[in-house]
Nanobody, 116 residues
Framework: QVQLVESGGGLVQPGGSLRLSCAAS????????MSWHRQAPGKEREFVGL???????TYQDSVKGRFTISRDNVKNTMNLQMNSLKPEDTAIYYC??????????WGEGTLVTVSS
């Protein structure tokens, strides 16, 4: 059973930064794509950004220039560096991985609250 476990969420003031991590229970080389999604209170889950095996990244327009996704192939983690956070970034952030067989895995999520 593949597990993805998010960490790093918390309370931060507007303009602040947080770094989320997604730890995989097996080598991240087995995932051809990993991504972050978020779900704000009362809203549907939405795509935040993704990273492919070659390191290519794609982001939702609202986070471009503020969020950066990276992979650590040694620690088997995917990270989300979030800068210049806004109250509208408040959400539960989920990690997603799609392996080479097309199976999709989700983490349980980590809560990010941006508030003064």
């Amino acid at each position: 059973q593949v597990q993805l476990v998010e960490s790093g969420g918390g309370l931060v003031q507007p303009g602040g930064s947080l770094r989320l991590s997604c730890a995989a229970s097996r080598s991240i080389f087995s995932f051809n794509m990993m991504s972050w999604h978020r779900q704000a209170p009362g809203k549907e889950r939405e795509f935040v950004g993704l990273i492919g095996t070659g390191g290519r990244t794609t982001y939702q327009d609202s986070v471009k220039g503020r969020f950066t996704i990276s992979r650590d192939n040694v620690k088997n983690t995917m990270n989300l560096q979030m800068n210049s956070l806004k109250p509208e970034d408040t959400a539960i952030y989920y990690c997603n991985g799609r392996d080479l067989s097309g199976n999709v895995y989700w983490g349980e999520g980590t809560l990010v609250t941006v508030s003064s």
